[in-house]
Each structure stands twice: as C-alpha cells, then as structure tokens.
C-alpha cells in the first residue's frame, strides 16, 4: 500500500453505497435519525449540536432528514426544541437564528417508556409517516438509532427497536444503533452486554462511540505514521523510548460526583480513550485502508498486552472529593491514575506506554508524547490532541551567538496558525457523519473491546475490593508525587526550563 492512500478524499454526498445481489446500487431513501434519551445532557449539549453543524454544512438535506427525539419526559416538539435551541447558536452558522429555526423544524418528539411496546409502536408509526411523505420505496429507507441513555437500558431499548421499528432493507435501506460509552464495568458485564445486544443485531449495524476517535489529530495518526517515509524507521524500540499518552482537568468532578464514583478514572478515560489513542500509536500498517482491516490491527496490539504490575501503578483521589454529598465517605475511588502497560511484541518489547489521567489537576490538555533515545539530547515528539491541536518535535540546536553552547527549540505546526479558516469539526460529527455513511474505523469492535476489558479488568477488581487504595493529592496540584517517580523510573525525563508556547497568529 503506498503512502498516497492515506491521502484522504473529500465526499460530495452524506449517501453510501450499498451491495444489492450482484450490484452496487446508491442508498436513495430517506433518513431517519433517532435520538433517544433526547431530554437529557448528552443529547442537548452533543448529539443535537453535532446534528445542526452537519445540517449547516449540507450534510443533512432537509428534503431527505427528519430527527425524532424520545424520551419519558413528556413534552411537546415546540418545549423540546426550546430546551435545545441554546446549545445549537455558534460562530460557525453563517446566519445562526435562520438556521436554527430551519434546523428545528426537522425535530419531532415522541414520548414513551424504554421497556414498554406503546412508546416505540407510536415511534413506528411516526418515522413511517415521514419515509412515506418522502416517497421512500419500501426497503430503501434508513433509520439511525443513537442512544443517548446509560447503559442499563441498552438491552430493552435494543430489544424494542428490533421487534416494533425495525425497517425493510432490500433496496440498501438500514437500521443501525450508536451506543455510547461506558460499554460495562469489567470484562464480565461488557461481554453480558455485548451479547444481549449480540442478539439482536449483527455486528455492522452497531457502532460503539468513543469521541475520541473523531478527534482531528486522533484520525491524524494514521496518516502522520503511515506517509511519511522518515517516521517509518523510527517508530520501534530501536529509537523510542518511552511513549507517554496524557489526559488532564483541571476541575474536579462538580455536580457529578455520584456518577463518576461508580466508575473511577480508569474506567471514564484509560480504558477507552486513552487506550484506543495507544492503539493507533502502536499498530502495525493495515493491509489496507479498509475499516476491519485497521480494527484488525487495533485488536492485535491489545492482544499483546502484558498483564499490569501492580508496581506500576500510582493511583490518587484530590482532596475535597468526599466533600461532594453524593460521593461516599469512605470512597476508594480514583480521581488519578498513572499505568505502565507493556506490549510484548517485537516493535515495543521493553518500551513503557504510560497512560496517564487525573481530575483537579493544574492544567487541562490531551497529548501523546513520545520520546527518543538520547543522543545524547533527548528529542521528544508532542502530539496536542486538545487544546490548541498541534504536533511540535523538541530538538537540540545551537544558541544564535557567537558562543557553542546548545538550547532546546522546536520544530512546530499549530493549527490554528497553519490552517486559517479552517474550522475543525467536533468529534461526534465526524462519527455521527460515519455511521450514516456505513465507515466502522473509528468505532469499537466487539473483540476490540473485550481485549480492552481484558487488560484492565484485574486491576480494577483489585481496587473495588479495596486492595489498592489512592494516594491523596491537593487540588490544582500535578498529581500525587508518586506517579513522577514512576514516570522517571520508567525513563521518561521531563524537560526543566522549557515551556512550549502556542504561536499567535
């Protein structure tokens, strides 16, 4: 495969193409888009709004698109639409209340329980009233189902789709489900999960979401390993070091501290977007640019994956975060968390990937950082997923002067500094944008995440049953001081006396 099929086209049509007999034939029925759990945050402050800017950039054809939202919460189409209209108004509308109205006129609630036929019957009846009005031949009509719910729900939701709003697909119509995160606690409730939603669905119609992989720099890796000749040589344990990957907030839990307690850092972040970010940064190069042959690659790094000493761990809980009412008194629930993991293959044998992510921290950033071996300098390529996206390469060069003496620099590319105008899509609309186009890569396969539950479902049953306790940090703080020994122990060397500034434009 040569380095210009990584070059990627942009498409004219939100449409894909679908296989029917012997021939490939354009998918030219209406689409539904169904969110359910629409009163909620997800959907109100992501889903909709994702929705609007691909109705705003013609990917989502008013002549083609109706959006339902469902719901128990009864209220009419007019009270759903004001409860959202303030999260849809950006700089990004050319003409913001223009289009917001014309946006939501596509939005029709219904009201229904998620385990009771009535609610999903009236559904039905609604998304067949509007294929009907479009002309839509039977079987060529599409139906997007995002569920914007908690996971407890997910099986009877699923099974209420399956039996009463499922639609004819001979023609290349479809019915596909999105389901967020988190996919279970531990391997055994993911795998339960995974199969009673198995069982209604086949494995193409079902797209887990992980916003990270919609992240601009995120989908970038691929390109940035794979089409450029002079990464290709470097990227083993010949030259790299150590491979850090990094989430950081500067704000603690507020307000959702309940929540969070019942599934700690390691479950919200490393698990899932962390750990899918080290699998594009290790995979071997895909056979080709097709979905599963990239998953395939995905699913064998985390196969190689050692099993996790507990020595290399650090795990933290800031100070004042038992303070929150709804968070217990004797919480053993982590608010930090530093991971080595050790991929035992031929590429990565003996470099440590260093998961790191914490609440309450004296900063808020993504990035991969990735170091090379001293010569004696230490270069280290950054990789800053949010915010202020950029990829810059620390390296030595000389002092400008008369003297030789040495400084760190860096070779730099800012976005927002390069590419002028050019606004960079949110995650959910990139993925929200794959899923009616019928593109898996950026989802989470079944065996993909099993692997993932593998890995880290021991640790975590070590620290729910209260074997592992969290170091206590101070707010503001970089983290207990323990995970910076361990990262030092792990041959990671922080560079003293140089901050890397983001250019002005």
Wanted: hydrophobic share 35%; charged share 25%; glycine share 8%.
């Amino acid at each position: 495969m040569g380095s210009g099929e990584w070059c990627l086209q942009k498409r004219d049509s939100f449409k894909s193409e679908t296989l029917v007999g012997n021939e490939i034939v354009p998918e030219i029925g209406c689409l539904s888009i169904i969110v359910l759990g629409a009163s909620g945050d997800l959907a109100k402050k992501k889903t909709f709004p994702a929705l609007f800017h691909l109705y705003c950039q013609g990917f989502l054809p008013p002549n083609e698109v109706h959006i339902f939202g469902y719901a128990r919460t009864k209220i009419s189409d007019d009270e759903l639409r004001n409860r959202i209209r303030g999260y849809l108004v950006s700089d990004r509308s050319a003409s913001p209340s223009k289009d917001v109205s014309k946006f939501l006129q596509l939005i029709k609630y219904v009201s229904g329980s998620y385990d009771a036929a009535e609610g999903f019957q009236m559904l039905d009846k609604e998304i067949s009233k509007h294929e009907t009005s479009k002309n839509s031949l039977e079987g060529s009509s599409r139906r997007l189902f995002y569920l914007a719910l908690p996971p407890s729900v997910y099986p009877s939701v699923c099974r209420m789709i399956r039996r009463y709003c499922m639609n004819k697909s001979n023609l290349g119509g479809w019915t596909r489900i999105v389901v967020e995160k988190p996919f279970g606690r531990d391997l055994g409730s993911a795998e339960e999960l995974s199969s009673q939603i198995g069982e209604l669905f086949d494995e193409p119609q079902i797209y887990r979401i992980d916003h990270y992989l919609g992240k601009e720099l995120v989908q970038n890796l691929l390109v940035l390993r794979f089409a450029n000749r002079f990464f290709l040589p470097l990227w083993n344990r010949d030259n790299i070091d150590n491979v850090q990957i990094v989430f950081r907030e500067d704000f603690g839990t507020e307000g959702r501290g309940g929540y969070f307690d019942e599934y700690g850092i390691i479950r919200d972040i490393i698990q899932n977007h962390l750990l899918q970010v080290l699998c594009l940064v290790a995979m071997e190069k895909p056979v080709s640019l097709k979905p599963e042959r990239i998953r395939d690659e995905k699913v064998k790094v985390l196969q190689s994956v050692l099993p996790i000493k507990d020595e290399e761990v650090v795990l933290g809980q800031y100070e004042g975060y038992r303070d929150d009412p709804t968070v217990p008194d004797h919480s053993n629930t982590p608010t930090f968390a530093t991971v080595i993991l050790r991929i035992h293959n031929e590429r990565w044998e003996g470099v440590p990937f260093i998961l790191k992510a914490g609440k309450a921290l004296n900063s808020r950033k993504a990035e991969i950082r990735v170091q090379f071996k001293d010569v004696p300098g230490r270069n280290e390529f950054v990789i800053r997923l949010q915010p202020s996206e950029a990829m810059y390469m620390k390296l030595m060069v000389k002092q400008p002067g008369l003297e030789m003496s040495t400084v760190q620099s860096e070779l730099d590319l800012s976005y927002r500094q390069r590419y002028q105008g050019v606004t960079i899509p949110e995650a959910y609309e990139r993925l929200i944008l794959d899923t009616i186009r019928g593109d898996q890569q950026h989802f989470v396969r079944r065996d993909e995440l099993k692997a993932a539950w593998e890995i880290f479902t021991p640790l975590l049953h070590r620290i729910d049953n209260g074997e592992m306790k969290p170091i206590p940090y101070q707010a503001g703080s970089r983290g207990p001081a323990e995970a910076d020994e361990l990262l030092e122990k792990a041959g990671y060397i922080q560079t003293h006396g140089y901050i890397w500034i983001p250019p002005t434009l």
